[in-house]
């Protein structure tokens, strides 16, 4: 069975820096993807970055590009998601999620291409 777990998250001031975890288990492919999405209250879930795990490609949302940097570690099969230069407006509940399927490549806009979600974890950028 699948399993994601995130971990990392918490208060931090503008301008700080966080670094999310999510350790994923339950699958023996090398070749699935990562992504990172965030949801803040009232607004829909967005997507903040993805990599697919094989082949080390990565994309980023355009609000995060140059702040944020996603990483992993084959060994533990654990993606990294480098959240610096932080603002309130990254204030959210993130997730990670898994697309399983053996893939080249990632989708950091479309949510309903990943197939197990995290169960999330709450960031929160104030002063």
């Known amino acids: 069975q699948v399993h994601l777990v995130e971990s990392g998250g918490g208060l931090v001031q503008p301008g700080g820096s966080l670094r999310l975890s999510c350790a994923a288990s339950?699958?023996?492919?090398?070749?699935?993807?990562i992504g990172w999405f965030r949801q803040a209250p009232g607004k829909e879930r967005e997507g903040v970055s993805c990599?697919?795990?094989?082949?080390?490609?990565?994309d980023y949302a355009e609000s995060v590009k140059g702040r944020f940097t996603i990483s992993r570690d084959n060994a533990k099969k654990t993606v990294y998601l480098q959240m610096s230069s932080l603002k309130p407006e990254d204030t959210a509940v993130y997730y990670c999620?898994?697309?399983?399927?053996?893939?080249?490549?990632?989708?950091?806009?479309?949510?309903?291409?990943?197939?197990?979600w995290g169960q999330g974890t709450q960031v929160t950028v104030s002063s």
């Open positions: 990599m697919s795990v094989g082949d080390g490609r990565t």
């Open positions: 339950g699958f023996t492919s090398n070749y699935y993807a």
């Open positions: 999620a898994l697309h399983s399927a053996t893939t080249l490549g990632c989708q950091v806009t479309r949510p309903t291409w990943y197939d197990s």
